[in-house]
């Protein structure tokens, strides 16, 4: 599974990271994590504000923190999906 984080390290950022640490480790799942901090590449995404959360490529979600349960859920999903 990958996950990206997107934004330029802010503390809310740092806040995704560590949520979606957190779940991967709940779910007992494997994950490549990766943090993306450059601008470029961050617009190569379809969100307007960061901290922005892809997983399988899908955006999950942007512009705000969201819960461990949240990611949790959001990782599930995407699992059940085939999307990551």
Known sequence: MRIKILGPGCANCKKVEQYTL???ETLGVEAEI????DLTEIMEYPIMSTPGLVIG???VCSGRVPSKSEIVSMIATALSRGNA
């Not at 990766?34 to 901090?37: A, G, L, N, P, R």
Request: aromatic share 0%; proline share 0%.
């Open 57 to 59: 490529e899908e955006v």
């Open 34 to 37: 990766e943090k993306i901090t």
């Open 22 to 24: 957190a779940a991967v």
